[in-house]
């Protein structure tokens, strides 16, 4: 792990980089949990001090030094340490070492969409994400749930993508919507819950026609339920 020597990440590609290798090196301690008594300590001991030294570095950085989810993370650090020594032979019969691996993964994935979301609230960038996250999808149908021209969803997908000044809002409550749903469904499901009758007999894209600024939170609160129940499923 090169995380713990570098200096604090600064850029949102950095942030994001580093967030998603901690959650690689977690799952991967989740998942090798064989080997002799000695040497199974001795490995997750040194895990550890990495896993420890890299999430302090992540913490450091501006964007996350004083962020609820750092705060979170860095609470099941010390939660992490306490299991570790307590579990004397390494066999965690109560799973709880692994237990708090979950939740740290969790929280690190937490903080990958976090970025994305803030990405997104650009409405050049989140423009671009939906032509290209809905790839698979008709030009003419992400242009429909966009409010624009099939020839700029083509534009977009070729990252020609200029200055939005209409639909702003619009548009980037379209990308946040499809980043949460794409956790737990394909590109077709995704575009299919905006039609989906699920809001006291209206659909998504009504309530985004009528107005996305005063739908958002509603909107989110229930792509996100998909989301959360994904994220449960990846922890049991």
Not at 69 to 98: C, F
Not at 117 to 133: K, M, S, T
Request: a negative charge.
């Amino acid at each position: 792990m090169c995380a713990a020597v570098l200096d604090p990440p600064a850029t949102t590609d950095e942030l994001r980089f580093r967030a998603n290798e901690l959650a690689r090196e977690v799952t991967d301690a989740l998942e090798h949990t064989d080997g002799q008594v000695a040497d199974r300590l001795a490995r997750r001991r040194a895990f550890f001090a990495e896993i420890r030294a890299a999430v302090r570095n992540l913490a450091a950085s501006p964007a996350w030094r004083k962020h609820d989810l750092t705060t979170e993370l860095l609470l099941l650090m010390e939660r992490l340490r306490d299991e570790i020594e307590a579990d004397a032979d390494g066999t965690d019969p109560e799973w709880r070492v692994r237990e708090a691996l979950q939740r740290a993964r969790v929280v690190l994935h937490a903080m990958v969409r976090q970025l994305e979301h803030n990405e997104l609230d650009r409405p050049e960038h989140a423009a671009a994400f939906v032509a290209q996250a809905l790839a698979d999808v008709e030009v003419s149908q992400v242009a429909a749930l966009l409010d624009t021209t099939p020839r700029m969803v083509a534009n977009y997908r070729n990252g020609e993508v200029r200055a939005l000044r209409k639909n702003q809002a619009r548009v980037t409550l379209v990308a946040q919507l499809v980043n949460e749903l794409l956790g737990s469904m394909t590109e077709r499901g995704a575009l299919l819950w905006f039609d989906a009758r699920m809001l006291a007999g209206r659909t998504p894209r009504e309530l985004i026609d009528e107005d996305p600024v005063t739908h958002r939170r509603s909107l989110m609160a229930l792509a996100r339920g998909g989301r959360m129940e994904s994220d449960v499923v990846h922890a049991a």
